[in-house]
């Protein structure tokens, strides 16, 4: 009788006492941003909506940054003058963006042109662990160029960041819908 109830017992204990580690599911972050809501800016050389969500550091008549605080994130941008230039500025701005390819899953690219406001634009959406997730760049052909680029205080995890990412497209989307120079006249030397 004794033999039948270890039996019954022995494997029961067994059972109870192995160390089987079960991983918990990784939890999912329920980011929610604000509603996109923009304002107008005015800048030396040009003007655009912004989010209000974005603080304005004003560095120069050359450069400025919208700091996106709550997300870790800046939009730097820099004004250029075209002096005869735009084969080379738009090299650069082109060689910058395509600098994020040793870590880029892909770079799309998105042309935006407003021939009434004399704005043409390039978006470069970067996927993947690469340090800038988005560029632009921004001329009127003749006398302005602008160049921009998104980042995020954080490693580039684009997983971790797609969320953000995401949410600001639209806004830089915006800037550059709403972008016009504010004096289309050349630019003196």
């Not at 329920?30 to 800048?43: A, M, N, R, V, W």
């Not at 909506?49 to 304005?56: F, I, P």
């Not at 550059?176 to 050349?186: Q, R, Y």
Request: charged letters at 20%; glycine letters at 2%.
């Amino acid at each position: 009788m004794k033999k039948i109830l270890y039996l019954f017992i022995l494997p029961v204990f067994f059972a109870c006492h192995q160390n089987n580690v079960i991983p918990k599911p990784k939890a999912l972050l329920s980011l929610e941003y604000p509603t996109h809501t923009y304002q107008l800016d005015t800048f030396p050389h040009f003007i655009f909506e912004k989010s209000v969500w974005a603080q304005t550091e004003r560095i120069s008549d050359q450069k400025v940054n919208l700091n996106y605080p709550q997300m870790k994130a800046k939009v730097y941008m820099t004004y250029k003058p075209v002096k005869h230039n735009l084969i080379a500025l738009l090299r650069d701005a082109e060689k910058f963006t395509y600098e994020h390819t040793v870590k880029a899953d892909e770079i799309i690219t998105r042309d935006f042109v407003n021939p009434q406001k004399h704005v043409y634009a390039t978006l470069n959406y970067v996927t993947g662990n690469a340090a800038s997730q988005v560029q632009f760049h921004i001329t009127d052909s003749l006398h302005h160029f602008v160049d921009g680029s998104l980042y995020f205080y954080a490693l580039p995890n684009y997983d971790s960041i797609m969320p953000a990412v995401k949410y600001l497209e639209k806004d830089i989307n915006h800037l550059l819908e709403t972008f016009a120079w504010k004096n289309n006249s050349k630019v003196k030397n």
